[in-house]
């Protein structure tokens, strides 16, 4: 009997961490320089959900609440399992603390800008060192609405901003 493939999530999010680490794009990823970039790109959500003492800015990818969609497209032929079709949603929290409410606002909005450049031009999630090899995709591509908002209105206007992004991904398994 063979096993069913379902994706690891947890692989998925590593790799978005490695893309964004070994971006081209220095907006992205500036360790020890808080002028650009971002001091801190982790997977999972920090300990306690605790916004103060933390580096900034920082960005840290989970998983959105509504994370998964699976839908099974039924078996090929006896003894199979088919094919399933994967949108997983990857949330990514953004957080940033300067001196007043705008330099806060304006540093998040060129951080957010290059963040979503760098992972539409890396729909597939292929392996930053490995770009020509066709195993190395975890993902099909980006499918659907690319949705950023505000974590609360109660940062609006204040030195420490948060944002989420959430990014569908299309993946298929067998």
């Not at 907006?27 to 605790?50: M, R, Y």
């Not at 603390?97 to 909005?109: A, I, M, P, V």
């Amino acid at each position: 009997m063979d096993l069913v493939t379902e994706p690891d999530y947890w692989a998925i999010k590593e790799r978005i961490q490695l893309i964004l680490k070994k971006s081209a794009n220095d907006q992205i990823w500036q360790e020890g320089n808080q002028a650009t970039g971002f001091q801190k790109i982790e997977v999972g959500l920090p300990s306690n959900n605790v916004m103060g003492g933390l580096t900034y800015p920082a960005c840290y990818i989970t998983n959105a609440d509504d994370m998964e969609t699976d839908q099974v497209r039924g078996p090929a032929s006896a003894g199979s399992h088919g094919m399933s079709q994967h949108v997983f949603k990857v949330k990514f929290l953004l957080i940033e603390q300067k001196e007043d409410g705008q330099e806060c606002e304006k540093s998040l909005d060129t951080i957010q800008k290059n963040l979503k450049e760098v992972l539409k031009a890396n729909y597939s999630l292929r392996h930053p060192d490995s770009i020509t090899d066709a195993t190395t995709a975890l993902a099909t591509g980006i499918i659907g609405n690319i949705v950023v908002s505000k974590f609360s209105a109660e940062y609006d206007g204040k030195p420490l901003e948060v944002r989420l992004i959430t990014i569908p991904y299309w993946l298929h398994t067998s």
